[in-house]
């Protein structure tokens, strides 16, 4: 196939890139909901020493190379670095916004909310990593964050959004064999009425 060729799909020709991925969805008490892959927690769990390399990896991708840390790295080949990276961004971006929103304002409140849940979700699931890279938080700024948060606001991360985290995968491959042969029968069927 010629890249571009079908309009929409030239994402497809991409090598990294994944048609379906499967995780979980934790439910994660006093900040709320956050979908990983699998091998993620499996990561976290593999210790200091770990942390700290996924840790100076991350410290050489601030901000301003950003973009370069999805051409050198993909969430398949290492989904715990990778999602950390995001979550980080989603954090960053919502401190951003919060510094030019309005003091006081719902805007204001919203991202404050989002930028304290997720620092929230930093510390617990990649919290020794978190605390060996640059990329934590001030504590002056954490209180800040924190004085801010509207506990009665929903956080649901969306930094793996696109991960199927209803439907086992079993559950997905019954549901396909069903409907291909659900498809073959009324093949069948068509075939057999015409003359």
Do not use: C
């Amino acid at each position: 196939m010629v890249r571009g060729a079908v309009p929409g799909l030239a994402l497809l020709a991409e090598t990294d890139n994944a048609m379906a991925e499967y995780g979980f969805r934790h439910r994660l008490p006093g900040i709320g909901r956050d979908e990983v892959q699998a091998a993620a927690g499996r990561a976290h769990a593999a210790g200091p020493i770990a942390a700290t390399e996924v840790a100076a990896v991350l410290d050489r991708y601030p901000g301003s190379r950003y973009a370069q840390f999805f051409q050198d790295h993909s969430e398949v080949a290492d989904p715990f670095l990778y999602e950390a990276r995001v979550h980080i961004f989603s954090r960053d971006g919502h401190l951003n916004r919060l510094t030019t929103a309005p003091p006081g304002s719902s805007a204001a409140r919203e991202h404050a909310t989002m930028a304290f849940r997720q620092q929230l979700l930093l510390e617990r699931v990649f919290g020794t990593t978190l605390a060996r890279s640059s990329f934590t938080l001030d504590p002056v700024q954490r209180q800040w964050l924190e004085a801010l948060d509207d506990p009665q606001r929903t956080f649901a991360s969306k930094t793996a959004s696109h991960l199927i985290t209803a439907v086992s995968e079993r559950n997905l491959r019954i549901t396909l064999l069903a409907a291909a042969g659900i498809l073959l029968a009324l093949d069948v069927l068509v075939h057999r009425r015409q003359p």
